[in-house]
């Protein structure tokens, strides 16, 4: 379990477990819970599991199979 401000899994990194910060970043591999205030999965990016975001950006060749769920203000 990683908790942090701001975490940045890298293009040859891989995680598999919880994260949750404020800002996240995934390049690389990752497999577990997200938890995130704003979660960046670029496209050179492999994840699965499960992210809770306030707010979250795909981009296009990302490959996710992964459940998403918009987190409740407050």
Known sequence: RVMADSV??????TVD???????VGVKGT???HIAGGT?????????SGTISYEMLTIESGAEVTA????????
């Open 39 to 47: 979660v960046r999965v670029h496209a050179t990016a492999r994840l």
């Open 67 to 74: 459940s998403c769920e918009r987190a409740k203000a407050g």
């Open 30 to 32: 990752f497999s577990g």
């Open 17 to 23: 477990g919880e994260v949750q910060a404020a800002a």
């Open 8 to 13: 940045v899994i890298e293009e040859h990194g």
